[in-house]
């Protein structure tokens, strides 16, 4: 049972355009949510977080909206740029950072 | 260079081998973790320890096994048992934050 949803494989947008990555879950227990980012061969690393007491968090060109009665949050990168080409994964837990839940990763593809 | 090592990046193995892999973190975390990472499944927990002398099965533990004898190590050994052992292995660390991912170890079973 995936408790934490990313519907969608993948993503291609134009650099300088904004990039919108979407997770869902199930599990109404979860009150910290996290985005890793992630490079081939490479450990993910960690990117932006959000505590189910607040609805957005920003950090520079990324932004993490929480929707509790959607049970649904979604990452912002504004403006898109060649290097945030990567694998973005959606994580959740209940009350710390400490032993996760991950989504499947969306790739995010930022062209020229 | 405080981080966490995981060796070596490639591993080969014939199937019916045991066979262990290496993490070793110098950020003095507490907490120690294993996940596996196959394609279209993302990340899934297999083991995770958060003292030393102490560790618990993850949500696949099943066909693996691990010790934390040090603050530093946490090692994991992928046995036999283990239908599926060919995947990109994960290590992390936390200490009262997000956790902080090795650079994994890919294991390929043939």
């Known amino acids: 049972d995936q408790q934490v949803k990313q519907n969608s494989p993948s993503l291609s947008v134009q650099e300088g355009r904004i990039s919108i990555l979407n997770c869902d879950y199930t599990?109404?227990?979860?009150?910290?949510f996290l985005w890793y980012k992630k490079y081939p061969a490479e450990g993910p690393t960690f990117l932006i977080s959000i505590s189910s007491i607040k609805d957005k968090n920003e950090d520079g060109r990324f932004t993490v909206f929480l929707n509790k009665s959607a049970k649904h949050l979604s990452l912002h990168i504004v403006p898109s740029q060649p290097g945030d080409s990567a694998v973005y994964f959606c994580a959740a837990n209940t009350g710390t950072a400490s032993k996760l839940t991950f989504g499947t990763g969306t790739r995010l593809q930022v062209t020229l | 260079d405080g981080g966490i090592t995981q060796s070596p990046k490639y591993l080969f193995r014939k199937e019916g081998q045991n066979v262990t892999l290496s993490c070793e973190q110098n950020l003095n975390h507490d907490a120690m973790y294993w996940y596996r990472q196959d394609p279209g499944q993302g990340l899934r927990l297999i083991y995770y320890s958060q003292i030393v002398n102490d560790f618990q099965k993850g949500d696949i533990a099943e066909g693996y096994s691990v010790s934390r004898e040090k603050k530093e190590s946490f090692p994991l050994t992928v046995t036999s048992a283990q239908k599926n052992p060919t995947a990109f292995y994960l290590c992390?660390?936390?200490?009262?934050?997000?956790?902080?991912f090795g650079n994994g170890t890919r294991l390929t079973v043939t």
């Open positions: 599990n109404s227990m979860f009150d910290y």
């Open positions: 992390a660390t936390s200490q009262n934050s997000p956790l902080h």
